[in-house]
C-alpha cells in the first residue's frame, strides 16, 4: 500500500489540530455585528481558504457593498478576535494519535513540514506545544496565492530541500486536494476530504499515515 516519501506537508486546522470551532465563532461576531446571516453550513465552505476568500464568502449574504478596506479592517477583526480564543489552547489540543504518528513518521527519517494557509500557523503550533517540531513551515505570511493554488505547498517543499513527487500532502478539505494535485503532489485525504474519494489515499484515521508511509 505504501510508498516512501522523503517528507510530508501537513495542512494544519483539521489535520494536526482541531480550530474550527475558534474560526467559527469569530467570524460568527463579525458577521453578526453586521447583520449578516451565518451558520455552520456556510462555515465549512471556508476551510482551506485564505481570511480575504473567507470574507467574501460570508459576504455572499450582505445586501450592501463594502470598500476595499472596510472588507481589510473586517478581516483584521475576525483576526483578533480568533487570537485571543487561540490564547486558550495548550498541549492537551494535540491528540495522542497525531503526536505518536508524528514520533513514528520522524523515527523514520522522513521530514515534516507544515503548508497552512493560516497567518496564524507558528501561534497555534507554539500553544499546541509543537512550536519548533517541524523542519519546515510555509504559512499565510509567505505566499500570495491561497489553496486551491499550490504555492504553500510548493513552498514548503521547496523548504524543505525536496521535489513534489517526493513528498506527500496530507489534508482534510477539497480545496487543499485540488491544490497538492495542481501541484503534482500525492496526497493523503482525512475526515471530509475522505469522503470526495479525490486524493491518492484516503485515510479514516490520522495513524494511518504510518502504513501510507512505509
Given at each position: 500500500m505504501g510508498k516512501r516519501y522523503g517528507g510530508i506537508v501537513f495542512d494544519l486546522d483539521g489535520v494536526i489540530c482541531h480550530t474550527d470551532k475558534y474560526h467559527y465563532r469569530a467570524w460568527k461576531a463579525v458577521a453578526d455585528?453586521?447583520?449578516?446571516?451565518?451558520?455552520?453550513?456556510?462555515?465549512?465552505?471556508?476551510?482551506?481558504?485564505?481570511?480575504?476568500?473567507?470574507?467574501?464568502?460570508?459576504?455572499?449574504?450582505?445586501?450592501?457593498?463594502?470598500?476595499?478596506?472596510?472588507?481589510?479592517?473586517?478581516?483584521?477583526?475576525?483576526?483578533?478576535?480568533?487570537?485571543r480564543l487561540l490564547a486558550g489552547m495548550t498541549p492537551a489540543d494535540l491528540s495522542g494519535e497525531v503526536r505518536r504518528t508524528l514520533e513514528g513518521l520522524r523515527e523514520r527519517g522522513i521530514r515534516l513540514a507544515i503548508g497552512s494557509s493560516s497567518r496564524n500557523a507558528r501561534l497555534i503550533l507554539s500553544r499546541i506545544g509543537l512550536g519548533d517540531y517541524f523542519d519546515a513551515v510555509s504559512d499565510g505570511n509567505?505566499?500570495?496565492?491561497?489553496?486551491?493554488?499550490?504555492?504553500?505547498?510548493?513552498?514548503?517543499?521547496?523548504?524543505?530541500?525536496?521535489?513534489?513527487?517526493?513528498?506527500?500532502?496530507?489534508?482534510?478539505?477539497?480545496?487543499?486536494?485540488?491544490?497538492?494535485?495542481?501541484?503534482?503532489?500525492?496526497?493523503?485525504?482525512?475526515?471530509?476530504?475522505?469522503?470526495?474519494?479525490?486524493?491518492?489515499?484516503?485515510?479514516?484515521r490520522f495513524s494511518d499515515l504510518l502504513s501510507i508511509c512505509e
Open positions: 455585528r453586521k447583520g449578516i446571516y451565518f451558520d455552520e453550513t456556510i462555515n465549512n465552505r471556508l476551510r482551506g481558504v485564505s481570511r480575504m476568500e473567507s470574507l467574501k464568502i460570508i459576504l455572499e449574504r450582505y445586501d450592501g457593498t463594502l470598500a476595499e478596506g472596510e472588507m481589510e479592517a473586517l478581516a483584521a477583526e475576525k483576526n483578533e478576535i480568533y487570537r509567505n505566499i500570495t496565492h491561497s489553496k486551491p493554488d499550490p504555492e504553500v505547498f510548493l513552498k514548503a517543499a521547496q523548504f524543505l530541500g525536496l521535489s513534489p513527487r517526493d513528498c506527500l500532502v496530507v489534508e482534510d478539505a477539497k480545496a487543499g486536494v485540488e491544490a497538492a494535485a495542481a501541484g503534482g503532489f500525492d496526497s493523503a485525504a482525512i475526515g471530509d476530504a475522505a469522503r470526495l474519494r479525490l486524493a491518492t489515499y484516503d485515510m479514516e
